[in-house]
């Protein structure tokens, strides 16, 4: 519900818009979300030698799953490493919980693990937000503890179509969400990032009738331009403007200097409106070379520079339940093969 009705607003104001006219030194700027509710999915190591093997240079995983870090060790890939949903509430109430999980997870395995961020939950929701800054807190706490806050930084993973309001134009975004103040503090205090799942796809499929044009969702050259009246900036393609707005939204709340990690975003090859093999190809090859600007500056017209990004998901991941497009995000099938032609290799 929360994506259908700021999809409609971005239709809507997009028309009106029309009309108006640290440790490790090395910097991963594209890298995949690695889920694993798959029938037969390789193993981890498998798939770590999977992505070295196609130029892939960071991994998200979606908990603590020894074998992967096991695999990923001295692999060169950098890591956005998640808690676990399940496991944030107890994070935040008990300061123990979150030492042995730095014990367990982080400190047997970094530095030969490039562990950049902690994901302290992945879109959660109703009760559970009220557990995510004190569980960031205590979980910081415990990698400070362990001598390890410069190099790992702390965060959450939001879904913007829920936290974000008055999405369009981007320079009048704010956060929807009251836990969100405290969240932005934290990482305006600790240096870390927001990490934001960003989908232009779903504003796209919920718009049928086309007042957000295919070109303008997938980066497709030449698209109808759209400028910002709020600040003059003019916008090529809507996944700039929906980081641009978590950027305003940010600012909004006190947090001036924080970055955004697009902590998740893909265009689903099957299942749904819009969705095929040609616009998930078409999306995601050119969020690769938007992330690395090949086709233009890196970086929002609002924040200009180097970007880390993940894109959603290496495999199509079968066992998902819901809305039948969760199913064919995937680059590559469980048997390794690609769904469709990606280059991760930008010169």
Same mark, same amino acid.
Do not use: C
């Given at each position: 519900m929360a994506r259908q009705q700021v999809a409609s607003m971005l239709a809507v104001a997009l028309i009106v818009g029309a009309i108006f006219g640290s440790v490790p030194t090395a910097v991963q700027s594209m890298g995949v979300c690695y889920g694993p509710l798959g029938s037969n999915l390789p193993s981890s190591s498998q798939v770590v030698e999977l992505c070295k093997s196609v130029g892939i240079q960071g991994m998200r995983i979606y908990g603590p799953h020894k074998p992967t870090l096991d695999a990923m060790r001295n692999s060169g890939l950098g890591l956005l490493l998640d808690v676990g949903n399940d496991k944030v509430c107890e994070l935040a109430a008990s300061p123990c919980s979150a030492a042995a999980f730095v014990r367990d997870y982080v400190v047997p395995y970094y530095p030969a693990v490039d562990i950049r961020h902690i994901a302290v939950g992945n879109e959660l929701n109703g009760c559970a937000t009220d557990c995510i800054a004190p569980a960031m807190r205590n979980v910081h706490a415990a990698l400070a503890d362990a001598g390890l806050t410069g190099a790992i930084k702390v965060s959450t993973s939001v879904n913007y179509y829920t936290v974000v309001r008055d999405a369009f134009p981007p320079s009048s975004a704010a956060f929807a969400r009251p836990y969100m103040a405290d969240v932005a503090r934290f990482l305006e205090t600790t240096g870390a990032q927001l990490l934001a799942n960003v989908f232009p796809y779903f504003?796209?499929?919920?718009?049928?009738?086309?007042?957000?044009?295919?070109?303008?969702?997938?980066?497709?050259?030449?698209?109808? @331009?759209?400028?910002? !009246? %709020?600040?003059?900036? &003019? /916008?090529?393609?809507?996944?700039?403007?929906?980081?641009?707005?978590?950027?305003?939204?940010?600012?909004?709340?006190?947090?001036?200097?924080?970055?955004?990690?697009?902590?998740?975003?893909?265009?689903?090859?099957?299942?749904?409106?819009?969705?095929?093999?040609?616009?998930?190809?078409?999306?995601?090859?050119?969020?690769?070379?938007?992330?690395?600007?090949?086709?233009?500056?890196?970086? @929002?017209?609002?924040? !200009? %520079?180097?970007?880390? &990004? /993940?894109?959603?998901?290496?495999?199509n991941e079968d066992l998902k339940m819901g809305d039948p497009t969760a199913r064919h995000f995937g680059l590559f099938y469980a048997n390794e093969e690609p769904v469709y032609p990606i280059n991760f290799r930008i010169d």
């Open positions: 504003a796209y499929a919920g718009n049928p009738g086309g007042a957000i044009s295919l070109g303008f969702a997938t980066f497709r050259p030449g698209a109808a @331009t759209v400028t910002d !009246p %709020g600040n003059g900036l &003019t /916008y090529r393609n809507l996944f700039d403007a929906m980081v641009d707005g978590v950027y305003a939204a940010l600012d909004k709340a006190g947090a001036p200097n924080v970055s955004v990690v697009v902590s998740g975003s893909g265009w689903p090859s099957a299942g749904g409106f819009g969705a095929s093999l040609e616009n998930a190809r078409d999306y995601n090859q050119r969020l690769i070379n938007h992330t690395h600007g090949k086709d233009g500056p890196q970086g @929002t017209p609002r924040r !200009p %520079g180097r970007m880390e &990004t /993940y894109v959603f998901s290496m495999f």
